[in-house]
């Protein structure tokens, strides 16, 4: 299970979690940070029996370098809000017909990839990210842009290493790309750093367009001692691929990356579901055993 005991409170101030967000705008930072705390909390206690969280955790906020006001919380269709009912929220029990059916959707996938995506012309690819994803086209051709965004990671980064913290780095969505590419380069903005543990979520860097545009060979960063990959089938960002283990080669010290498959079970308030949503991660049982022994 990963969880031991019941109605426990962690409280460790060597340890920091640190959080990067996804796409899109979001609630103000203060008000972010606090949800996805919260979302981890409710995780902790229904599936482990932990009272609470009482870890440092920090958020690499980057919403403001993109838009020129927060998004309003009375507005929002998806804020955060605990999960339904009581106890233990579902675990992703595949049988072997559906682990199948996944790989082969990924095999499509593949298959596309090597008719259409590589090698893609940088036209196509600069066209792709432009249409679909605004932020990730502007974080790449915006050489400020990019440099603020990992800016707020790397300060972070920074303090936690000063204070001898151990790090567990949090990453959801396009979060992902920024922290990926971070950590590659940590060796010469953030020299010495260790992560303990590198989480990734409903995470694109599997897709054929972010592999185009990502520095460098696909590998393990070598300040990465844990990398751990979770995955909603149905995440409509990572469903073509929800395994990184084999994109991803191991680095110097063998780490390589540990993929989980999850229920993503996020419901907004108008009931419609979401598995690319980052407090369905944050909450599901195989993150909060993640979470239990980092902190634990």
């Given at each position: ?100 059916a996944i790989r082969v959707q990924e095999g499509v996938g593949k298959v596309l990839e090597k008719l259409f995506g590589v090698p893609l012309a940088e036209e196509f690819i600069s066209d792709a990210l432009e249409a679909r994803m605004p932020d990730l086209h502007r974080y790449k051709h915006d050489w400020r842009a990019l440099n603020a965004v ?147």
């Amino acid at each position: 299970m990963g969880c031991n005991g019941y109605a426990r409170s962690l409280t460790l101030n060597d340890k920091v979690i640190i959080g990067i967000h996804g796409l899109s705008n979001k609630a103000d930072a203060e008000t972010l940070r606090a949800w996805w705390k919260a979302a981890m909390s409710e995780g902790l206690l229904r599936n482990c029996g932990v009272k609470s969280l009482d870890v440092d955790v920090e958020l690499a906020y980057w919403a403001d370098l993109m838009y020129p006001a927060p998004a309003v919380v009375s507005e929002m269709q998806e804020p955060y809000l605990p999960a339904e009912g009581e106890g233990p929220l579902p675990r992703a029990r595949l049988s072997v017909g559906k682990l199948a059916a996944i790989r082969v959707q990924e095999g499509v996938g593949k298959v596309l990839e090597k008719l259409f995506g590589v090698p893609l012309a940088e036209e196509f690819i600069s066209d792709a990210l432009e249409a679909r994803m605004p932020d990730l086209h502007r974080y790449k051709h915006d050489w400020r842009a990019l440099n603020a965004v990992r800016a707020r990671l790397i300060e972070l980064l920074e303090v936690a290493q000063a204070r001898g913290q151990q790090i567990m780095l949090m990453a959801h969505s396009m979060g992902s790309i920024v922290a990926y590419e971070t950590l590659r380069e940590a060796w010469s903005t953030v020299p010495e750093l260790e992560v303990a543990q590198f989480v990734t979520m409903g995470s694109p860097l599997g897709l054929a367009e972010v592999k185009e545009v990502v520095v460098g060979p696909l590998r393990v960063p070598e300040c990465v001692a844990r990398w751990s990959n979770f995955a909603d089938p149905r995440d409509r960002v990572c469903r073509w691929d929800t395994f990184l283990n084999d994109e991803y080669a191991a680095n110097s010290r063998g780490v390589t990356v540990s993929d989980h498959l999850i229920i993503n079970g996020y419901v907004s308030p108008a009931g419609e579901p979401n598995p690319h949503k980052i407090y369905g991660y944050l909450r599901a049982p195989e993150m909060s055993d993640l979470l239990s022994g980092f902190v634990g």
